[in-house]
């Protein structure tokens, strides 16, 4: 291959200049990569970004690249070349990069934390029983399973639409249909995610932003706060009461609106988490009847466990939010497949709302993560359509029966206080404020020290002085646990 002549450009128009350039530049490069691989890359990168007029970096590039390679008959010598800089440093040293200061206000959820901490020791080999995650300890239905795997099979491995596929969205709003009275168009208001908590986000980041305020009820999840300071918008705590069951009352909510006008979003968590307290559709009416005052108030409603409800009267059933009276229209219903399916790890949740408030998230999403993974779609399928009633059912039963032992055992302990015990979700949020003088933290630290038993401070949720227990899991794990922290809290050592 010959090279092409360089010539001056004087005289040329600027266009002409730049053609010329690029070609001098395109031919050096070319010739440098394939002979040279990463030395000709690195030769490249060495002479960019100098100052130097484009037709002068490949005159440069030329000569080097001349220097380098010489042909004598079919036979190619290469000189050695001078070893590069490295492109990556090796170096220890702490980086002086400055981060985005909304990152130093976000707190790291403890639930995670102690998590962390838990699969440590287990990793040391230090037996630690676990009562700190929200996970089912029951596997997924296994028409679900088998969905999966014949997704496999059947290579349905693509990416899907950011949406999510169309089988899923219409087996999502035939069931809210179904089973909740709302009617939402699947190719328009429904967005499936990475899980609920990518959906929460992305509902609070679709609504509020600097400026705007967010009433958030205490005891909380601990991710929403930290989901709306990651927006910029101000996190507002609504404090409930133990003898109200931590439920919101209206009462409560209209004064927290009168006194902030720059309330945006209401994030309603039911069943809830910490707590597993379940607002009644009685109770959801009064609140719907405190926000007609107030319509650029929007609604985001967590209903990640409302399968997971305990009470057997007509009354005490799980009813959407947004199905309440002149609430369609400004709530975003969030919901998913773990807890109810026990599909965790498959990270499949979803989004429901009016279709501006819909776009506003699926923008949102096709920059973050695009879609979710097209073989948990296919398990969300089938978690719809083809397990039965019963099945859910007896779980649910199950569950009920890991409550009421728990709840037994707690208010047999000495200065454990439960005023209202749970009816959804699988989670307990006892008093043990007569405890560390309640320091709820240190308490679950010398727990895990002395006991191998993990619980979270309900600090972490808003609510110090308490502890939250998960009961999904096993009856023999939760005997044990119950059984270590009545021995702890027996021991005179605090």
Not at 37 to 54: E, N
Request: one cysteine or more; proline letters at 6%; charged letters at 20%.
């Amino acid at each position: 291959m010959t090279r092409p002549t360089m010539r001056r450009t004087a005289g040329r128009s600027p266009a002409a200049s730049m053609r010329v350039a690029a070609l001098l530049s395109l031919y050096c490069c070319c010739r440098a990569f394939l002979l040279l691989g990463a030395g000709g890359r690195a030769y490249a990168f060495s002479i960019g970004g100098t100052g130097r007029s484009s037709i002068d970096n490949a005159l440069i590039f030329a000569r080097r690249a001349n220097n380098i390679f010489h042909h004598h008959g079919r036979r190619r010598v290469v000189r050695p070349a001078p070893a590069p800089a490295p492109l990556f440093s090796s170096t220890t040293e702490e980086s002086e990069i400055a981060l985005n200061p909304i990152v130093s206000n976000v707190k790291i959820s403890k639930t995670v934390e102690i998590f962390s901490l838990v699969k440590q020791m287990e990793a040391d080999g230090i037996d630690v029983t676990s009562l700190c995650v929200g996970e089912p300890d029951f596997p997924p239905p296994q028409a679900v399973l088998d969905a999966a795997s014949r997704a496999i099979s059947d290579c349905d491995t693509r990416y899907t639409a950011v949406t999510g596929t169309a089988a899923l969205r219409q087996a999502i709003a035939d069931d809210l249909n179904r089973r909740k009275g709302l009617t939402y168009d699947p190719q328009t208001e429904v967005v499936v995610g990475n899980g609920a908590k990518q959906c929460v986000y992305q509902g609070v980041l679709a609504t509020c932003g600097p400026l705007d305020s967010v009433v958030i009820p205490a005891p909380y999840w601990p991710s929403y706060p930290e989901m709306v300071s990651l927006t910029g918008a101000t996190p507002i705590i609504l404090e409930t009461k133990e003898e109200d069951g931590y439920l919101v009352t209206p009462e409560a909510l209209r004064e927290v609106l009168e006194e902030n006008d720059d309330v945006k979003l209401l994030i309603l968590c039911n069943p809830s988490n910490p707590t597993g307290g379940v607002h009644t559709e009685k109770r959801l009416r009064e609140l719907a009847d405190v926000l007609d005052e107030y319509p650029n108030v929007a609604v985001l409603a967590d209903e990640i466990y409302e399968r997971l409800v305990y009470n057997d009267e007509p009354e005490g059933r799980h009813v959407s939010f947004a199905s309440m009276p002149n609430m369609f229209h400004r709530t975003m219903t969030v919901n998913g497949f773990s807890k109810a399916y026990a599909m965790t790890g498959m990270r499949l949740g979803y989004l429901a709302a009016p279709a501006r408030l819909a776009k506003a998230t699926t923008t949102i999403q096709s920059q973050l993560t695009s879609c979710a993974g097209s073989i948990s779609q296919a398990a969300g399928v089938a978690a719809l359509e083809d397990v039965a009633e019963e099945e859910l059912e007896a779980n649910v039963s199950i569950m009920r029966g890991k409550r009421d032992y728990v709840v037994d055992r707690l208010r047999s302990m000495p200065n454990v206080n439960l005023v209202v015990p749970p009816t959804g979700a699988f989670y307990v949020l006892p008093d043990v404020s007569a405890y560390y003088d309640g320091d709820d933290v240190a308490l679950c630290l010398d727990l895990l020290k002395s006991k191998r038993l993990a619980l979270v401070p309900g600090s972490s949720f808003g609510a110090p002085g308490t502890v939250r227990i998960s009961y999904a899991t096993s009856m023999e794990e939760l005997e044990l646990a119950m059984n270590k922290l009545e021995e702890f809290l027996a021991e005179d050592n605090f």
